[in-house]
């Protein structure tokens, strides 16, 4: 008895170590110049030349934090404002200025199915954050607007998934039955 409270002492200190989840936030300032995003910027895959970052005042295209943003180009669609996440991720939300009547919206997708689509934004001057409205895990986020470069936007937050708490009980439940199972056959 003693050897399964052991192990499941060791095995609950080993859960307590797990990651927590914690928001990773795109400013966009490590960027350094002026030009397209690149590609793979942050860790997740945002359409070849569909956003350019730049700095400096620009009104009402205003930075929420730093001096960079980023903006699709013009003429862009939703298509070249898609931004894929390599593995599926809550998507918190992102902060938005710019021109009245840019509107802007996430439409979320996990898997090629859309699974939920934020409120309506529209933008001005102050940069005001869009939330996703949506709790579950999404791998690709698309920036829907009518009007494309007509907003700026900042600080792109986003959690990794990491495993829930009922997880690591379930996990610690049957490692104690395997412990009891193994004493009562070491009994037999």
Known sequence: MK????SLAVVAALASLAPAASATVLTFDDIGSDGFLPSNYG?????????TAFSGEQAPFAAHSGDFRIT????GDDVAATIGLITPTVFQGA????LSGAEVSFKLYLGGNLVGTSALLNPSATPTFLTSGYNGLVDTVVVSSKEHAGFVMDDFTFTASVPEPETYAL???????????RRRAAKA
């Open 3 to 6: 050897k399964i409270i052991r």
């Open 43 to 51: 860790g997740l895959n945002w359409v070849v030349d569909g956003w």
């Open 72 to 75: 699709t180009q013009w003429g």
């Open 95 to 98: 902060y938005f200025a710019g």
């Open 171 to 181: 996990m610690l439940a049957g490692l104690g039955l395997l412990g009891f199972a």
